[in-house]
């Protein structure tokens, strides 16, 4: 398996632009979360899924900021408008229940 | 509520040396997973170790052990014969069992280690 798969790697935009950042987990993984890294705030999670199905999105910080997981293969991670505040390396990672959790590569996201 | 902690920003060590990163963590559930996770300046988060909750014994992976004392509630991360790659930002983690909030993996705010030559 090539592992859970991001993109865009880098990503630079201008305030008040979407954002969509997209992962793709491993294969046979029930479990999806979106983190997101600063280093004010270290590693926040943001929302996480099982089977597809939101379970906690507390961690969302405002209405600007949307996920969906359509299928077991394909989540995203959505920011409109974006602001300079959003910039942050976003994680997605992926897991079966009793294991641990395997990241991918993270999109860097600069908002200007 | 879930809660993971790290104390120490900052570690040095000199190479060949054994460090402890001490990672506490607080949950009202008996049935919880703990882990620790490396990151690299390069950026990507590499799977260290994990102890399950009813786990009788430490874990251990090659140089990594898992201090863990139920009690107490700590998880401290053990590294023995540090060698100059190990110089990276580590973290603890947590994942509640099915009686809590089910799957929930949260992270504390790391300690960056520092290997010297």
């Known amino acids: 398996d090539a592992g859970v798969i991001q993109s865009p790697r880098h990503e630079v935009t201008e305030m008040g632009q979407e954002v969509t950042l997209r992962c793709k987990p491993i294969?046979?993984?029930?479990?999806l979360f979106w983190y997101r890294q600063t280093m004010m705030r270290g590693l926040e999670l943001l929302i996480y899924f099982n089977n597809n199905v939101p379970i906690d999105d507390s961690g969302m910080p405002e209405d600007r900021f949307s996920a969906k997981m359509p299928n077991a293969s394909f989540s995203t991670l959505k920011i409109q408008p974006s602001e300079p505040r959003d910039s942050a390396v976003y994680f997605c990672a992926s897991s079966v229940w009793v294991s641990e959790a395997f990241f991918g590569q993270g999109t860097r996201l600069t908002v200007v | 509520a879930q809660k993971i902690t790290q104390t120490q920003p900052g570690m040095f060590v000199q190479e060949k040396e054994a460090v402890t990163l001490d990672c506490t963590y607080d949950?009202?559930?008996?049935?919880?997973?703990l882990f620790w996770y490396k990151q690299p300046s390069s950026g990507e988060m590499i799977f260290l170790i994990y102890q399950g909750s009813y786990d009788e014994q430490n874990a251990t992976e090659g140089r990594y052990s898992l201090n863990f004392q139920k009690a107490r509630k700590s998880a401290n991360l053990v590294i023995s014969a540090s060698q100059l790659g190990d110089s990276a930002m580590y973290f603890c983690a947590m994942r509640e069992g099915r009686s809590g909030n089910t799957g929930k993996l949260i992270f504390g705010q790391g300690t960056t280690l520092q290997v010297k030559p």
């Open positions: 294969s046979g993984h029930d479990y």
């Open positions: 949950t009202s559930d008996q049935s919880y997973g």
